[in-house]
């Protein structure tokens, strides 16, 4: 038996949208993500793309209004992390991002989040709430070697 | 996240430490650049050597105070980026957009 917590509980945590809960929120996953074994430099990676859904969450989803929460939940799915990022906001259609690669975006000052969260991940994926909302599904593998950032996929 | 600047050879040295991410490092970031640029300063290099996490604010936040600068006729330039910054650039095209040096001696040379 390894003395990897594979049985971590669950995290639940909610918070109301204010960008200086968001440390908050990463350590809370960033600790829970130790416990699941998931080495340092991962873990980074991991914290950033969701700092990048609780702060789309905060600013897109509930329009920064601090009465609406923003509710974040770890899990454990065969071998994966799953953390769930629910915000109550209006919807979200991830056709309409652009992409910051393009060259008449590349000096955009926003417009990055999205692209991250899909770089430092092994997956994303964004799902209406039915009463309304979006949840933000971002996986990654607990087990095997990790791809750093320069050997991830194009996506 | 605190930001100190400094002045040497001309050059205005931006020093962020700690998060450079939404709703504090970035504004942090922004005001450091805007205070600068407000003294007279045209050349400006962020040594990000104590930047220890950035998110696509922080990011965000390098890209306009490079438009910004250059607009006014300045240079903005990088300096010892750690490997996650690096990265981080990387992925989204920037390191080519950013002139970045591994040293500050050799970016303060540089202007």
């Given at each position: 038996m390894s003395d990897v917590d594979r049985e971590a509980p669950k995290v639940r945590i909610a918070i109301g949208s204010r960008y200086d809960h968001i440390d908050l929120i990463a350590l809370v996953v960033d600790d829970a993500l130790t416990r699941l074994g998931l080495d340092e430099?991962?873990?980074?990676?991991?914290?950033?793309?969701?700092?990048?859904?609780?702060?789309?969450?905060i600013k897109h989803g509930n329009q920064q209004d601090p009465e609406k929460k923003v509710e974040v939940e770890l899990a454990v799915d065969a071998d994966?992390?799953?953390?769930?990022v629910c915000d109550h906001g209006e919807g979200f259609d991830l056709e309409t991002?652009?992409?910051?690669?393009?060259?008449?975006?590349?000096?955009?000052?926003?417009?990055?989040?999205?692209?991250?969260?899909k770089s430092f991940?092994?997956?994303?994926?964004?799902?209406?709430?039915p009463e309304g909302g979006t949840i933000v599904t971002l996986?990654?593998?607990?087990?095997?070697?990790r791809d750093t950032p320069d050997q991830a996929e194009d996506h | 996240m605190n930001i100190q600047a400094r002045h040497e050879g001309?050059?205005?040295?931006?020093?962020?430490?700690?998060?450079?991410?939404?709703?504090?490092?970035?504004?942090?970031?922004?005001?450091?650049?805007?205070e600068a640029l407000e003294a007279g300063a045209r050349s400006i290099l962020l040594n990000l050597s104590k930047t220890t996490t950035i998110d696509s604010s922080g990011i965000g936040e390098m890209v306009s105070a490079y438009t910004?600068?250059?607009?006014?006729?300045?240079m903005l330039k990088l300096c010892s980026l750690p490997n996650r910054v690096?990265?981080?650039l990387q992925i989204t095209q920037l390191i080519s957009v950013f002139e970045v040096f591994d040293s500050e001696a050799e970016a303060i040379e540089s202007f």
């Open positions: 430099d991962a873990r980074h990676w991991v914290g950033i793309a969701l700092r990048e859904a609780v702060a789309n969450a994966q992390a799953v953390i769930r991002v652009e992409d910051p690669l393009a060259p008449e975006n590349l000096l955009k000052p926003s417009g990055r989040g999205i692209f991250y969260m991940m092994d997956a994303i994926e964004y799902t209406p709430r996986r990654k593998r607990l087990s095997g070697k | 001309g050059v205005t040295i931006i020093e962020p430490k700690g998060k450079i991410t939404i709703g504090v490092g970035d504004v942090a970031l922004r005001e450091a650049v805007a910004t600068v250059t607009q006014r006729g300045g690096s990265d981080i």
